[in-house]
């Protein structure tokens, strides 16, 4: 008789208790960790998200004793006006510094709120019809703020302002350029505004080209003529058949009728740059009023003396002087010279122009 040898598997039933609590406390451990990780998860990416960097810029602080550089970083979920006028605490020592940076930060890359205080100086004005020697207003301006709407409103609560509302203005407006700029198209053909000055250039451009372009053509003939070649000034490089580079390269032109608008009538020039004495000229085309000029130039083109001679020839009624060498000494070296304007276009690397 054949007996077939049997193995039995002992199962133990499934109600059994212990086995069923066993299995909900590792699902219920399992589903407790996958909801810990969706949740870090998640607040992984809130931070990556928070922490993301919005601004961030090398800023250097100008000093006499040694430059200053920091970066300026502003994450997404900061307030970057207080960010900003913090790091400004930290590092600067000239408010200018700091109204100039809330300008670029709040309006240029549109970072801040639009009740956030961009700019917040009191100032000391003496009156004498005011019985007091001395009244402090306070001038606030908001991102949201018009600057010109602000110093009409200081004027209607201190009429005696209105004297110098052009001044007041003028102090907001050279340091939240993006700001005035940003309310200023020129409608109101108010003539000194950034806008008005633009307008007319544009629309009298056809008719200024024709007029300084054959002065500007011969001092770039006669450098040619001199040296063979001519380094790069604002008029050779935008002469080159690019009408819209052109138009863009008449920086000292602006400057020049933004300069009538200031000083009205300044007579005495100071350039440290003459080159070929292209800025020179559109300075002394666009203010006639100009009667003495102080140059200084390294001289290290041959050119510089023989256009300097032409420009002398150009404007006859104007007593010029050209100062030759490093104008970090001769500068210093010259007698002490008080002028009207001063244009600055030599000595660009770091080092000479912090001096």
């Known amino acids: 008789m054949y007996t077939q040898k049997m ?47 919005v601004f961030q810029e090398k800023v250097t602080w100008f000093n006499l004793d040694k430059p200053i550089e920091a970066i300026l970083t ?35 890359d549109s970072l801040c709120q639009p009740h956030d205080i961009i700019f917040d100086e009191t100032i000391n004005i003496n009156h004498e019809k005011e019985k007091t020697e001395s009244i402090e207003i306070k001038i606030v301006v908001k991102v949201k703020d018009n600057p010109h709407h602000v110093i009409r409103n200081l004027v209607k609560e201190y009429p005696f302002l209105k004297e110098i509302e052009e001044r007041l203005l003028k102090r907001i407006c050279t340091r939240l350029k993006r700001l005035c700029i940003k309310y200023d198209d020129g409608k109101n053909n108010d003539e000194n505004s950034i806008a008005h000055s633009v307008n007319i250039l544009r629309s009298n451009y056809n ?12 001092l770039d003939n006669e450098a040619r003529k001199v040296s063979g070649y001519i380094e790069g000034n604002l008029w050779s490089d935008a002469s080159q058949g690019d009408e819209t580079k052109s138009k863009n390269k008449r920086e000292c032109e602006i400057f020049a009728i933004s300069m009538i608008n200031l000083f009205k009538a300044p007579k005495s020039f100071l350039e440290i740059g003459f080159n070929a004495g292209h800025s020179l000229s559109l300075f002394l085309h666009n203010i006639p009023s100009i009667e003495t000029v102080f140059e200084f130039d ?16 150009i404007f006859p009624h104007v007593n010029m002087k050209l100062m030759c060498g490093d104008s970090k000494q001769t500068i210093v070296n010259a007698a002490p010279i008080l002028v009207d304007i001063i244009h600055i276009d030599g000595g660009h690397d770091y080092n000479v122009s912090i001096l």
Do not use: W
Request: hydrophobic fraction near 40%.
């Open 298 to 313: 390294i001289c290290q083109h041959a050119y510089v003396q023989k256009n300097f001679n032409i420009v002398k020839s």
């Open 207 to 218: 008719h200024n080209e024709k007029k300084y372009k054959v002065t500007m053509e011969r």
């Open 7 to 53: 193995s039995i598997i002992h199962h133990p039933p499934l109600h059994h208790p212990i086995t069923i609590y066993t299995c909900l406390f590792q699902l219920l451990t399992f589903l407790i960790t996958v909801t810990q990780m969706l949740a870090k998860d998640n607040v992984d990416s809130n931070n990556a998200n928070n922490n993301a960097i």
């Open 74 to 108: 502003i994450y997404k979920n900061e307030n970057a006006a207080e960010v900003t006028r913090e790091f400004y605490n930290r590092y600067a020592i000239n408010e200018d510094a700091l109204f100039s940076l809330l300008d670029r930060v709040c309006i240029g």
